[in-house]
């Protein structure tokens, strides 16, 4: 089943407006998806318990807009079943019912909502993360890694890099919460493309 970009989406809202940062060159549509990026997540304290992994299957579309940065927008979605581990056990377990239940939710979207630059390179990117069927915001903190405005078509405009939290409580993943803990840490790495 393929994607479709055009609907609500994931963690990486953050990353598109973040590309928005610089000199001004006008409103542009561009690409990222996992061919170009990554998206990680941890959980856990570090001196008691603490696992990583990530999902192999996202894209999505950054709409930038540098004259008017807070028009810029994000849209995300990812493959629930991509998710990974480097544990297969966990893996499975991450698909099942009490987690993601890929069966039932096979995607989980992300939806910029406001895009606020907070430095030259910088951004605060607010969002709506939806998945289980729930729908809750999210805060991205995202920094542009390398920006080339003048980027032909088909090749790379920028980098970048975003970090969040959400807790997997709120969406209904509460499955040994008071064990491994519930706030999930969410790296997102990706290249944009015209």
């Known amino acids: ?76 979605v990812i493959r629930t079943a991509s998710v990974n581990m480097l544990d297969s056990q966990q893996t499975a377990m991450l698909k099942d019912s009490d987690f993601f239940h890929v069966e039932k939710f096979p995607e989980m979207t992300f939806r910029s909502t406001r895009i606020e630059r907070t430095g030259e390179t910088t951004l605060r990117v607010e969002g709506d993360v939806t998945l289980r069927s729930i729908t809750r915001p999210m805060v991205l903190d995202v920094s542009v890694t390398d920006r080339r405005p003048g980027a032909a078509p088909g090749s790379r405009y920028a980098g970048f890099q975003a970090k969040g939290k959400i807790k997997r409580s709120e969406f209904g993943m509460t499955k040994f919460v008071d064990v491994v803990g519930d706030t999930v840490e969410i790296s997102i790495r990706a290249d944009a493309w015209r």
Request: proline fraction near 1%; avoid cysteine; charged fraction near 25%.
């Open 1 to 76: 089943m393929r994607l479709e970009i055009n609907r609500r989406t994931l963690l990486l809202a953050a990353a598109g407006s973040a590309l928005s940062a610089g000199a001004a060159h006008g409103a542009e549509r561009l690409s990222i998806n996992a061919n170009r990026g990554t998206i990680d997540f941890a959980i856990g304290d570090s001196r008691l318990f603490r696992t990583t992994g990530g999902f192999k299957e996202w894209q999505g579309i950054v709409h930038v807009d540098d004259e008017d940065v807070p028009q810029s927008k994000v849209e995300v």
